[in-house]
């Protein structure tokens, strides 16, 4: 049975989740990491992304993933043809890993952005990192250098951060520094593997 061992790792675009990832890594946390899945189903989909989109998102033999987010970030149907494609080959993935894991009988991460949003995986416990919205925008902005209404667009295409920190069995509040969040880590590892 897949998922048996499994907690959830999630929060909204530019949290944090990358660093808390990384850093249950170092405490020896095994991680299904569902955006780098993602990235390898979408360039082994080529085709059909030229079927559904248009060849002007494919450059060179690879999916341009940037030019394809602009698309899907600005029209619900669009981004929903996207996920139709790839939800079902990235869950399958995450699931055979997943089996995989569990039969080490320890717990382990999988990193799902959108968790809540696909309701798709059976998995009890889930980890939201969080910050208020406005650090958020921020945040989103420096990181990638866009402008506050693009950040807006991506941060409201998804369920907002306050929702899912109350859905969350446990909540990484990622507001301070790196120190600030490595102990909170620290303490919720500690909590995991009492718990499991």
């Given at each position: 049975?897949?998922?048996?061992?499994?907690?959830?790792?999630?929060?909204?675009?530019?949290?944090?989740?990358?660093?808390?990832?990384?850093?249950?890594?170092?405490?020896?946390?095994?991680?299904?990491?569902?955006?780098?899945?993602?990235?390898?189903?979408?360039?082994?989909?080529?085709?059909?992304?030229?079927?559904?989109?248009?060849?002007?998102?494919?450059?060179?033999?690879?999916?341009?993933?940037?030019?394809?987010?602009?698309?899907?970030?600005?029209?619900?149907?669009?981004?929903?043809?996207?996920?139709?494609?790839?939800?079902?080959?990235?869950?399958s993935e995450?699931?055979?890993?997943?089996?995989?894991?569990?039969?080490?009988?320890?717990?382990?991460?999988?990193?799902?952005?959108?968790?809540f949003e696909?309701?798709?995986?059976?998995?009890?416990?889930?980890?939201?990192?969080?910050?208020?919205?406005?650090?958020?925008?921020?945040?989103?902005?420096?990181?990638?250098?866009?402008?506050?209404?693009?950040?807006?667009?991506?941060?409201?295409?998804?369920?907002?951060?306050?929702?899912?920190?109350?859905?969350?069995?446990?909540?990484?509040?990622?507001?301070?520094?790196?120190?600030?969040?490595?102990?909170?880590?620290?303490?919720?590892?500690?909590?995991?593997?009492?718990?499991?």
């Amino acid at each position: 049975m897949a998922f048996k061992y499994a907690v959830v790792l999630t929060g909204g675009i530019a949290t944090g989740k990358s660093t808390v990832a990384n850093i249950f890594r170092e405490f020896g946390f095994k991680i299904i990491d569902a955006d780098k899945i993602a990235h390898e189903t979408l360039q082994k989909s080529q085709d059909k992304v030229i079927e559904l989109f248009g060849k002007e998102y494919v450059v060179d033999g690879e999916v341009d993933r940037k030019a394809l987010g602009r698309l899907i970030f600005a029209n619900k149907e669009e981004k929903l043809k996207l996920e139709n494609l790839l939800h079902p080959l990235i869950f399958s993935e995450i699931e055979k890993q997943s089996k995989e894991l569990d039969r080490e009988k320890k717990p382990y991460l999988v990193d799902i952005p959108l968790f809540f949003e696909t309701n798709r995986y059976p998995i009890k416990k889930s980890i939201v990192v969080y910050i208020p919205k406005e650090l958020q925008l921020k945040r989103l902005m420096n990181r990638d250098g866009v402008t506050k209404d693009e950040a807006l667009q991506r941060i409201n295409s998804q369920l907002p951060i306050d929702k899912k920190k109350q859905l969350a069995t446990y909540i990484i509040d990622n507001q301070n520094d790196l120190e600030a969040l490595q102990q909170e880590c620290a303490i919720l590892k500690d909590k995991i593997i009492s718990e499991s």
